[in-house]
């Protein structure tokens, strides 16, 4: 299985503000996925992008995704308090096994 | 309504005492999967089944079981729990599993367990 590595650690934003979260992975994938966790809460999928796919829409959010340099962004546009959150990419291959990474912790301070 | 249920959702217990962790989901999902997150480390899979009967390790299966006898249902089993143990759990469910297609995980809301 593979690990995708989110980056950066930790971001503080303003309410308003746009939230850029970047993942990076090392092998090929079939589709790589966002979740989203409220502390201590179950994860909740959020959006997922196909390797065919280069960019995905939903809602606020817009997940990029390039398979050359095996990277994926999720972009949350006009931010609200209530995405305070962590955010985790998960890269899926030919395999059965998902892999998590730390995350990405998100504030948004109102 | 659609959901993955685990219980308890909390729990203290004793080490050496046997429990189980129960989860059941709705959705007719064939793969079931249980993780545990602890701080710095992220979420790590210990278990996961791809349908009745067929379970199999994840990265950190050692102290754990599970069985897979019936399709809703995925209970994780700590025969003897360790203080080590003490994290949150989550079980998580898709209609198949993650090599079959693009398949988004279910969670259920976690269980807190603390083995003293």
Known sequence: ?110 | EAQVTQNPRYLITVTGKKLTVTCSQNMNHEYMSWYRQDPGLGLRQIYYSMNVEVTDKGDVPEGYKVSRKEKRNFPLILESPSPNQTSLYFCASSLYGPNFGNQPQHFGDGTRLSIL
Not at chain 1, 22 to 50: A, D, E, F, M, P
Not at chain 1, 86 to 106: D, E, M, Q, R, W
């Open chain 1, 1 to 110: 299985s593979q690990q995708g590595e989110e980056d950066p650690q930790a971001l503080s934003i303003q309410e308003g503000e746009n939230a850029t979260m970047n993942c990076s992975y090392k092998t090929s994938i079939n589709n790589l996925q966002w979740y989203r966790q409220n502390s201590g809460r179950g994860l909740v999928h959020l959006i997922l992008i196909r390797s065919n796919e280069r960019e995905k829409h939903s809602g606020r959010l817009r997940v990029t995704l390039d398979t050359s340099k095996k990277s994926s962004s999720l972009l949350i546009t006009a931010s609200r308090a209530a995405d305070t959150a962590s955010y985790f990419c998960v890269p899926t291959g030919a395999n059965s096994k998902l892999t998590f990474g730390k995350g990405i912790t998100l504030s948004v301070r109102p």
